[in-house]
């Protein structure tokens, strides 16, 4: 049985409210300035109730930004909860809490007439909070409930920035805030299904501004087709536009129904070799370093750089579905295209078909077309005949 793996799991809700985003200027290396609280510094990973307790704040703004550095720490994201006012108005007693707190209503859940999949469950009862209340005799906020414990896993380091209060965006127009959301809501949805599906398995990373730049998954389905029928992996790269902008390339084989399976999906931030690379890695690392015998892909000059780094010793053959649609477009002669099927999937030797495709080229006045030429110095990637040759030769 496949283990579990849940790498950099992210457990959070999706639905972003600009207004509760809480700056984190004041967090520096771990560390918070405690002001008029006797203790200059004090590293907040570790740090008990009872030292919570102590703790004074002049205004209420900064027991929020105290406990959402907490928050950061730990691996967790906080929401605002109950507010209490007196009868003046003024606010005299404020609460957060994880922002896993509570349970999704049951209406959401059983509504028969549901057009769309529910979204996954984020809200597992949490108990864990922080309430701060005024001191009318010095003005000061202290610190009236404080739970430290959690019902749930929390988040390693490097995803808390992902999480909804630890988000900071400089002056958000609308683009960059629907983008955000469409992150969060597929890493949310992820998430879910790890948590259904114990072997599910999903991946990525973040580039040099901490935005989302790579992300791979592939489930338990996936991952047992893919022992089952990974001799043949092909790249299906078609997918070029999507609502998240980012080349989706799905990984493919075929079954012994005939039938095309998939063995993962990774939305991309770009096409080139050092993307192609982190995307066959965390594919072999899903995949328990299981290794395919064949790759086809559409001929990608960058994808075949990076087969030949990560994947050394496997054959790299070109898709036949794109070959044909590049000769119908390339070659505009009657005939063209079924001829060069021929070709492509002769039965015969290396002989054999040298001949064939020599005549054809002569027959139809070839010889000067570079598209043609060119697809003929990559005929061992594509050229049945040559397969056949290989076969006998292993």
Request: with cysteine; charged share 30%.
């Amino acid at each position: 049985m496949m283990q579990s793996v849940k790498e950099k799991t992210i457990k959070r809700e999706f639905e972003v409210k600009e207004e509760d985003v809480v700056n984190d200027d004041a967090f520096i290396g771990g560390t918070y300035d405690m002001g008029g609280n006797g203790l200059k510094q004090k590293v907040l990973k570790g740090i008990s109730d009872e030292e919570v307790y102590k703790l004074q704040f002049d205004r209420i703004d900064e027991a929020e930004t105290f406990y959402n550095m907490l928050a950061r720490v730990a691996g967790f994201s906080i929401r605002k909860d109950d507010l209490k006012r007196d009868k003046n108005g003024d606010i005299i007693s404020r609460k957060w809490v994880c922002s896993r707190e509570g349970q999704r209503a049951t209406k959401f859940i059983e509504n028969d007439k549901r057009q769309r999949e529910p979204r996954s469950l984020t809200r597992v009862g949490c108990e864990a909070a922080f309430r701060v209340g005024l001191n009318r005799k010095d003005g000061k906020w202290i610190v009236k409930e404080f739970i430290g414990d959690h019902n749930h896993n929390l988040v390693d380091a490097i995803n808390t920035q992902f999480l909804r209060s630890h988000r900071t965006i400089s002056n958000p127009d609308k683009a960059q805030v629907d983008g955000l959301r469409k992150v969060e809501a597929a890493l949310a949805y992820l998430c879910g299904k790890a948590e259904m599906d114990s072997s599910f398995f999903y991946k990525f990373n973040i580039d040099e501004e901490s935005r989302l730049a790579n992300l791979f998954w592939a489930d338990s389905t996936a991952r047992m087709d893919y022992a089952c029928f990974g001799d043949v992996l092909a790249f299906d790269t078609t997918y070029r536009t999507n609502a998240y902008k980012k080349p989706l390339v799905v990984l493919v084989g075929v079954n012994h129904h005939h039938q095309t399976v998939v063995f993962g999906c990774a939305l991309l931030i770009d096409e080139s070799v050092g993307t192609y690379e982190w995307v066959l890695e965390t594919f072999l690392e899903a995949m328990m370093n299981k290794r395919p015998i064949s790759v086809v892909t559409d001929g990608d000059k960058a994808m075949r750089k990076a087969i030949k780094k990560v994947l050394p010793d496997t054959c790299h053959r070109l898709c036949s579905w794109h070959l044909q649609r590049n000769a119908f477009t390339n070659v505009h002669i009657k005939d063209f295209s079924s001829i060069f099927a021929r070709c492509m999937f002769m039965r015969g030797n290396e002989e054999e078909f040298e001949k064939v495709w020599h005549e054809m080229v002569a027959n139809l006045g070839l010889n000067e077309n570079r598209w043609v030429t060119e697809i003929y110095g990559k005929r061992k990637r594509w050229a049945e005949a040559y397969f056949v040759e290989i076969s006998l030769e292993g």
